[in-house]
Every structure is written in C-alpha cells, then in structure tokens.
Nanobody
Framework: QVQLVESGGGLAQAGGSLRLSCVVS????????MGWFRQAPGKGREFVSY???????NYRNSVRGRFTISRDNAKKTAYLQMDNLVPEDTAVYYC???????????????????WGQGTQVTVSS
C-alpha cells in the first residue's frame, strides 16, 4: 500500500515562505517522478511543479522563480519551497507520484498513480 503524506502547510503573509514536504511509504521512489498540484476553492486541481527521477524540473508559469521543487531519495521525500507567496497561491496542495515508465504528461493529473490527502496553504494580504 503506497501512501503519500504531505506536511508543512499553514498560514503565511504575502511575501512570506512555506516549505511543503511529501513522504512516500512505497518501495519505489528514486525511479519515480514527483509532482505538486493545488486546488483553490471552486476551481479544478492545477499543476504546480514536477521533478523527474533524473532531477529535471518544470513549473507552471505563475510560480516559476518563486517556488522550488526538490527531492531526497534517501528519505523518500519530495519538497516544495514556496517563497514570495501571494494570496493567489491559497489552495490545498497535493503531492503525487508517477511510477510508470512512460506516463502521460507530468503536468496533468493523468500522469500520476498515487496522491496524498493534501495540505492547506493560506496566504493573507
């Protein structure tokens, strides 16, 4: 049974920072891609960032330069460092894992096999 557990969410002021963590309990981690998505109230779940097993990363345009994704294979943990937060970043943040050799686009929900329960991030102006 694979479980993904996010932590690190909370309340931050605009311009502040938060660091999200996602711990994976399954056997596969170093050969998988990890992604972060978010869902604001009344909106669909949207791609934020992903990191491939080789370390290659991608970001949605609105967070590029402010957010940094990383991974620690020894700890089976993915991170999302969020700096210079803005109120529009307020959402539930989900981490996800893709274990397929050739997944669909990692910038879409369909690219992932396992999901965490989410952690709330609220940014006040």
């Amino acid at each position: 049974q694979v479980q993904l557990v996010e932590s690190g969410g909370g309340l931050a002021q605009a311009g502040g920072s938060l660091r999200l963590s996602c711990v994976v309990s399954g056997r596969i981690f170093s050969n998988s891609a990890m992604g972060w998505f978010r869902q604001a109230p009344g909106k669909g779940r949207e791609f934020v960032s992903y990191i491939r097993s080789n370390g290659w990363t991608n970001y949605r345009n609105s967070v590029r330069g402010r957010f940094t994704i990383s991974r620690d294979n020894a700890k089976k943990t993915a991170y999302l460092q969020m700096d210079n937060l803005v109120p529009e970043d307020t959402a539930v943040y989900y981490c996800a894992q893709s274990v397929r050799a050739a997944p669909p686009s990692l910038a879409t929900n369909a690219g992932y096999d396992y999901w965490g329960q989410g952690t709330q991030v609220t940014v006040s102006s």
